[in-house]
C-alpha cells in the first residue's frame, strides 16, 4: 500500500508528511495527539546515510517536541548489503539510530511502529522492533530470511523448512506469524486513526514480547529459559 493512503487513514484530519528519497519525515494529528512520523519507502535498503537521516530526524523531535509521540512507518528490504557500508561500519550507524530511539523512549516520547509494506531483518530492528508497540497491516510482509536464504546457512533442505513453518511461526514469514510470535503487538485491519489513538493511550512500555509468544502459541520456550536463567543468577 503506498504511504500516502496509509498516511490518510492514520491522520484523517491534517497531516504534513513528506518523501525526500526513501526517507519519510513529518507529522500528522491523530484525535488529541500530534504524533512525529518518521519513516522509509520504496522497500528502502538501510544504509549509512538513511541511518543518519532518520537518526537525525528523531533528535530533532526530542530537541523541538518534547515528549510528542512518535511513529515508525517501517517499509524495508533489510540493511544495505554492500561493502562500502559494511567498510564504513553499517552496524554502527544503524546502532546509533537505535540508541536514538532509546533516548527519546527515556525522555517520554511514546513510540509506535507500524509496517505498512514489508519489514526485512537488519533494516527493522533499529527501528521498527525498538518501538513500545509494533504494529503491522494485514497484508504487510515480515520476514528475518526467505526459506532459500535460511535453507543455504542452517544447511536444512528447503523442502523440509516449508514442511516446518506450516506448523511452527519461528520458520514462516507474515504478519500473523510474527504476531503468535509476539514480534508484533497487533494487527491493525480497521480505522488506522482509532488503532493509532488507542495505541498512543495505552501503550505498555515493558517489553512482553516473550510473554506474548507463550501466550500466543508462538514461541513456547523463551519466556520459560529466561525464567531459568533469572532464577539461577
Excluded at 17 to 43: M, P, S
Excluded at 209 to 224: F, I, Q, S
Aim: aromatic content about 6%; proline content about 3%.
Amino acid at each position: 500500500m503506498e504511504w500516502q493512503k496509509v498516511v490518510s487513514q492514520l491522520f484523517p484530519a491534517v497531516y504534513d508528511v513528506k518523501q525526500d528519497g526513501d526517507l519519510l519525515y513529518g507529522q500528522g494529528r491523530c484525535g488529541q495527539h500530534t504524533v512525529a512520523v518518521i519513516g522509509t519507502t520504496n522497500h528502502a535498503e538501510v544504509g549509512v546515510e538513511l541511518s543518519l537521516a532518520m537518526a537525525a530526524a528523531v533528535l530533532e523531535v526530542i530537541r523541538n517536541y518534547p515528549g510528542r509521540p512518535i511513529l515508525f512507518m517501517v517499509d524495508t528490504s533489510g540493511q544495505r548489503l554492500r561493502h562500502r557500508d559494511e567498510m564504513l561500519g553499517l552496524n554502527g550507524y544503524m546502532a546509533h539510530l537505535a540508541k536514538c530511539v532509546e533516548m527519546a523512549r527515556r525522555r517520554g516520547h511514546r513510540i509506535i511502529s507500524l509496517v505498512y509494506e514489508q519489514a526485512l531483518s537488519g533494516g527493522f530492528l533499529a527501528s521498527g522492533m525498538m518501538a513500545d508497540l509494533c504494529a503491522a497491516l494485514p497484508e504487510a510482509e515480515i520476514r528475518v530470511m526467505g526459506l532459500p536464504a535460511m535453507a543455504r546457512v542452517t544447511r536444512i533442505s528447503e523442502e523440509r523448512l516449508t514442511q516446518l513453518s506450516k506448523s511452527s511461526p519461528v520458520f514462516a514469514p507474515g504478519a500473523d506469524n510474527y504476531l503468535r510470535m509476539g514480534g508484533l503487538d497487533e494487527i491493525w485491519k480497521t480505522d488506522l486513526s482509532k488503532c493509532l489513538n488507542n495505541a498512543i493511550e495505552d501503550i505498555d512500555i515493558k517489553d512482553n514480547r516473550r510473554m506474548k509468544g507463550l501466550e500466543r502459541g508462538g514461541r513456547m520456550l523463551a519466556d520459560t529459559v529466561v525464567q531459568r536463567v533469572l532464577a539461577d543468577a
